[in-house]
């Protein structure tokens, strides 16, 4: 039910941030984020399958991520698109972020941040993006010299997060990353909203 009704938010979120004019090229992958603004570690009372890599794992776990971006690699496009990989770990790019730059995502595990690269991989559909592929596109970020951001960065990153938060379920977490996307990236105010009324 949940995977549905985000669906729909994100349907229509591509519709309201589809720009009229033609799409911009791909960049060249592998390539690094520009900033990590906002870290929160965050668990679950209730897991969920997760769709954003082959296996399905269950999250139970990770971090809330805000991140400061190349708007070309998330415009909203209908075809594969460069994925978002946080060490070994698909992200999951809740909002679009093409106008603020922004992009909310959430890790399924809590990976040491200040000792994994965060970088956008190949264009694919992270649905099948599996185990053999997230190895094969961390040596490619590896062979690009795509680093882990300093422990500085880090900090300063779990600072504005806060400290871990725990949520019911998926609805919960969701509707917590609503309020962070009306703050970081005010322009998807109709995903924000959406997203506040799932599981209501």
Not at 57 to 69: A, K, N
Request: charged residues 20%.
């Amino acid at each position: 039910m949940i995977k549905r009704l985000t669906a729909i938010c994100t349907l229509a979120a591509l519709a309201a941030a589809a720009p009229a004019s033609p799409p911009p090229a791909i960049p060249a992958t592998p390539a690094p984020v520009e900033a990590l603004l906002y870290a929160q570690p965050f668990c679950l009372e209730q897991g969920y399958e997760y769709s954003w890599r082959a296996e399905r794992p269950v999250v139970v776990e990770g971090y809330i991520l805000v991140l400061q971006v190349n708007p070309d690699f998330v415009y909203p496009r209908q075809v594969a698109y460069p994925v978002l990989y946080v060490g070994d770990q698909t992200a999951e790019r809740v909002n679009i972020g093409y106008e603020s730059g922004r992009v909310i995502a959430i890790v399924p595990e809590k990976v040491d941040l200040s000792r994994v690269p965060i970088w956008f991989g190949t264009p694919n559909l992270p649905d099948q993006v599996d185990a053999e592929t997230i190895s094969a596109e961390q040596a490619k970020a590896a062979t690009a010299g795509i680093e882990p951001f300093g422990s500085k960065a880090v900090d300063a990153s779990l600072r504005a997060g806060g400290e871990e938060m725990t949520f019911a379920d998926q609805a919960d977490l969701l509707r917590h990353i609503a309020t962070l996307i009306r703050k970081y990236s005010p322009e998807e105010k109709v995903l924000a909203d959406s997203l506040l009324m799932i599981g209501r």
